[in-house]
């Protein structure tokens, strides 16, 4: 009956996600992910070099959990794929990505070609009041890393869900009660 709480790193710290287009990619696997195995999306940031997520693992109406093995594979498979195929259009135009140290990961001839560290952080969270502070760090994180001013000038979160309603990229499924049963 737990929240989990992921932080998903870039191979290296690469700032993949400063892109939009690979923002949008990440959305597109929290939804895939959602869709496929009906999982509550509870919050979530996409910051330039990681991610991170609040779920609940549980299929709606069912109370055993996937496994959150299967949810993390299935995430990081979609981006890792589709990411990799919006970064070779991009390279195809431009001959470069937005940054050095990803052209240096590009070019690189003998190296294997990861988006994400193999691990990740996933914290367990069975109390109202931890799950409220991993989404305000989430909402919060722009700000502390200098890229927005306000929570709400970041779009890459669920905070504009949350405070103002705008599903506009993705809706969380999270009604603000706990523990969270769907």
């Known amino acids: 009956g737990h929240v989990h709480f992921w932080t998903i790193s870039c191979h290296r710290r690469l700032g993949f996600f400063h892109d939009d287009g690979m923002k ?3 959305l597109d696997g929290l939804q895939t992910m959602r869709d496929r195995f009906g999982v509550c999306l509870v919050g979530y940031v996409v910051m330039p070099d990681h991610v991170h ?11 055993r959990p996937v496994p959150i093995s299967a949810l993390l594979q299935s995430f990081k498979q979609h981006v890792g794929f589709h990411g990799k195929q919006y970064l070779r259009e991009h390279w195809r135009r ?8 990803l052209t240096r ?19 367990n969270i069975d109390r109202y009041e931890t799950m409220r ?8 994180n722009p700000i502390t890393r200098g890229l927005a001013d306000r929570a709400e000038d ?4 669920s905070y ?4 103002f309603g705008d599903a506009t990229l ?3 499924d999270w009604d603000g009660k706990f523990p969270v049963i769907t």
Request: net charge negative; charged share 30%; aromatic share 18%.
């Open 24 to 26: 949008r990619i990440v």
């Open 53 to 63: 997520i609040l779920l609940y693992p549980h299929p709606r109406g069912d109370d």
């Open 94 to 101: 431009h001959r470069s990505l937005w940054s050095e140290p």
């Open 105 to 123: 990961w590009a070019t690189d001839a003998g190296a294997e070609k990861p988006i994400w560290m193999t691990r990740g952080y996933d914290f």
């Open 133 to 140: 502070e991993k989404l305000d760090y989430c909402h919060k």
């Open 154 to 157: 970041w779009p890459w979160s």
């Open 160 to 163: 504009r869900f949350f405070e």
């Open 170 to 172: 993705i809706a969380m």
